[in-house]
């Protein structure tokens, strides 16, 4: 009997740390796939999954640079381990954008993450620069228009699927 789809489920959340990259990926790898934007960017993921390890985890290590310089937070969650309970382990991670920070620019070249490695197969280039360059503008049309630089914007947020129903991603919100 495991916790799954217990509302019980102790769950404790705290700023991220360097050693919780590895925990990070195997969330988004897990979780984003059931969002159709990952797939429409990454149609190869399963094709090239040593390409969409390795590029995850060079985008993810982004993140966690810019979160230590203080451009944005990201915040983990961590409960007992469904295979090892004693154990504990990130189950869900956030990451928002800090107030203050600077939007995108209306000259920003949306992300083009095969121009900087061309030898990543993991993805569809054409749909990354499309996603980009349409969250940008949402982002600035509903976001950047109308608070300015003002608001803390939740940028991303992913639970391990075994982990869902159990409230950690409620609990990375409040």
């Known amino acids: 009997m495991g916790y799954s789809q217990s509302k019980l489920m ?3 959340i705290q700023p991220v740390e360097p050693g919780d990259l590895d925990a990070i990926i195997e969330i988004v790898i897990a979780a984003f796939p059931f969002d159709n934007q990952f797939a429409y960017r990454y149609p190869y993921r399963k094709e090239y ?4 390890l390795k590029y995850t985890k060079l985008y993810y290590s982004k993140y966690l640079q810019a979160t230590f310089a203080g ?3 990201i915040m983990v969650a ?6 090892d309970p004693i154990k504990t382990r990130v189950i869900a991670m ?11 620019k209306d000259s920003l070249q949306p992300v083009k993450p095969p121009q900087n490695h061309p030898e990543q197969r ?16 949402a982002r600035k ?6 608070f300015s630089q003002r608001q803390l914007s939740l940028r991303q947020l992913a639970t391990l699927p075994e982990y869902w129903s159990n ?3 409620t609990k990375l919100l409040l």
């Not at 961590?78 to 295979?83: E, F, N, R, S, V």
């Open 10 to 12: 102790p769950i404790s």
């Open 49 to 52: 999954p040593e390409d969409h």
């Open 71 to 73: 451009q944005n937070t």
């Open 78 to 83: 961590d409960a007992p381990d469904l295979k």
């Open 94 to 104: 956030s990451i928002w954008d800090n107030p203050g920070h600077e939007p995108p």
């Open 122 to 137: 993991d993805c569809n280039p054409k749909h990354l620069e499309a996603y980009s360059r349409a969250t940008m503008a």
């Open 141 to 146: 049309k509903y976001f950047v228009d109308h």
């Open 167 to 169: 409230g950690a991603g």
